[in-house]
């Protein structure tokens, strides 16, 4: 074989490799932190509602639905991160469901929360931070990262 007929690894397929390694650490991160906040919402669904009764911005009759819902929405978002024809569709889950707790947050920024905010399962008293907000951001922007590379892989 002569030096001309050899392949040479394009800059385009080291590229490739790093948006495929780059998409899937995203899928596998956001998947193990939506099923790690179902699971652990699971756990005790009666003080997930007292968690959602305290952010007081709910009617009481949504409380006992939500606090079974919530956690099932995550687990089916954390599920469909880990299957490949499902990911984009759970990235906008992830969004959609980080929009509306960022939110319920900002609403009570600087509040101290007698479970904190609830985020996977009752914890300590605390005010609402900018640490709360800042990781609904985080999960946002990775997964709109994912849906970015993933058009981009496929437009290639």
Known sequence: MSANNRKQPSKNSSRSKTVKWVILALQLVLAAIFLWSAVSKFMDIFTFGEILRSYKLLPAALIKPL?????????????????RPAVNYAAWGVIALSLA?????????????????????PEEAAAVGIWDVGKDVLFIAGAVLLLVLNRKKALA
């Open 67 to 83: 606090a079974i819902l919530l956690p099932i929405a995550e687990f089916f978002v954390g599920v469909g991160l880990l299957i």
């Open 101 to 121: 707790f960022m939110i319920g947050l900002i609403f009570n920024y600087g509040e101290v929360l007698p479970y904190g905010c609830g985020c996977f399962g």
